[in-house]
């Protein structure tokens, strides 16, 4: 079957801005989420399909392609898509998963307590926890891609119980397996965590002694991880699945690492602008001159100071700031110029000054003598 044009699949027309199509794929996905059509095949397709639109659409890179040559951009296999993210998507076009919140779509398409993809159900488990880490670095590493490895003390799976907490595992006979206990009160029914096994599900005819029971033990760990450039003070960094390990079959936390760009003396940085104050002579201002700046790589620029240059005027050296974490091409240089007046001039140079002001003064128009003669 010939594949589908991504913009007729979602219903938007080609120059559909970025929440057009956000809009449209949540329309789609309402509709035809696995979750809501268990078992049907179609609805499984069609909600792929409209995933995939999505993914292609809102990568400007990917679109730009797909514009310029169709599914063929992206050869016979068609592009990646990532279902792993979905999560990701949808608490962002749904607006955040909260914790069974009104609001909370999320909650209806992964049942509450899933915290990723869209998985079967999971049996009892206890999940890991995600970590927050922080990482600094100097504003000239913004220029490029870093890659980085840290060490973090993290919870591990223990080897000798596999992360399980035990061994010889029965069935909790209080909740049969489901880690939670249904109980009535009046007319309504409720569900609390099983207080026999703690929602596990499961108990163990012996503990673990290596772990107690624990299921995870904590270890070294060295992690390697990629920071895009053009990255910002206070941009937050997602390891997936990189936090602690869960344990008796619970997912593993993620890692957030959270970034700080340490300032740069000779700049103030405005996104991907630099903004560097110079300061030349009154003369110099006047003249025109070339004077020499450093940039971040500390590569050595001339910058060209025009005849006439007013104090505060902004000079722009074209792509010598830094790249952008979401486009190609890097920001601009701007430097602002402050001119100086001397403190201390010498008899000589007062002189000539006088000399100036009384050649200026001839030059003014007839208004300019009037008002110097009142004056
Ligand atoms: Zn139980
Ligand atoms: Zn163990």
């Known amino acids: 079957m010939a594949k589908r044009d991504y913009y007729e699949v979602l219903g938007v027309t080609k120059s559909a801005t970025a929440d057009e199509i956000k809009q449209a794929y949540r329309r789609q ?6 979750d809501k059509n268990p078992g049907d095949k179609s609805a499984e397709e069609k909600f ?8 292609i659409l809102t990568d400007p890179q990917k679109r730009q392609k797909y514009d310029q040559f169709g599914h063929q951009a992206f050869g016979p296999q068609g592009p990646q898509v990532d279902y792993s993210n979905l999560e990701d998507i949808f608490s962002e076009i749904f607006g955040g998963r909260g914790a069974g919140g009104t609001d909370s779509i999320f909650d209806i398409f992964f ?45 591990e799976p223990c080897d000798d119980c596999k992360g399980m907490g035990g ?28 207080p ?22 904590r270890a070294r760990r060295k992690i390697a991880m990629k920071i895009p450039a053009g990255v910002e003070d206070g941009m937050r960094l997602r390891l997936r699945d990189e936090g602690d390990a869960g344990s008796a079959g619970g997912d593993r936390g993620d890692l957030y690492v959270s970034v700080c760009v340490r300032p740069d003396p000779r700049f103030e940085r405005h996104g991907t602008d630099l903004v560097q104050e110079i300061t030349v002579s009154y003369i110099d201002a006047i003249l025109g001159a070339e004077v020499e700046l450093t940039d971040l790589s500390n590569e050595i620029l001339s910058v060209k100071i025009p005849p006439a240059t007013q104090h505060g005027a902004m000079l722009r050296l074209r792509g010598k700031g830094l790249p952008s974490i979401e486009r190609s091409g890097r920001g601009d240089i701007l430097v602002r110029v402050a001119v100086e007046i001397p403190k201390n001039v010498s008899g000589r140079e007062k002189q000539l000054l006088h000399e100036i002001a009384e050649i200026r003064s001839s030059n003014k128009g007839f208004f300019g003598k009037v008002k110097d003669v009142l004056g």
């Open 167 to 194: 061994s010889g595992e029965r069935e909790c006979s209080e909740c049969g397996g489901r880690g939670q206990v249904a109980y009535r009160q009046g007319f309504f029914s409720f569900a609390s965590t099983c």
């Open 29 to 34: 996905a309402l509709k035809f989420h696995p």
């Open 111 to 155: 049942g509450q307590g899933a915290r990723r993809g869209a998985g079967g159900r999971r049996r009892g488990g206890r999940d890991g926890a995600d970590l927050q880490l922080e990482i600094t670095l100097n504003m000239a590493d913004v220029l490029e891609m870093q890659e980085k490895t840290l060490d973090i003390s993290r919870l």
């Open 196 to 217: 026999k096994c703690g929602g596990a599900g499961s108990s163990f005819k012996s503990s673990c002694q290596e772990c107690r029971g624990a299921g995870v033990r």
């Open 48 to 55: 792929k399909e409209a995933t995939e639109a999505f993914q």
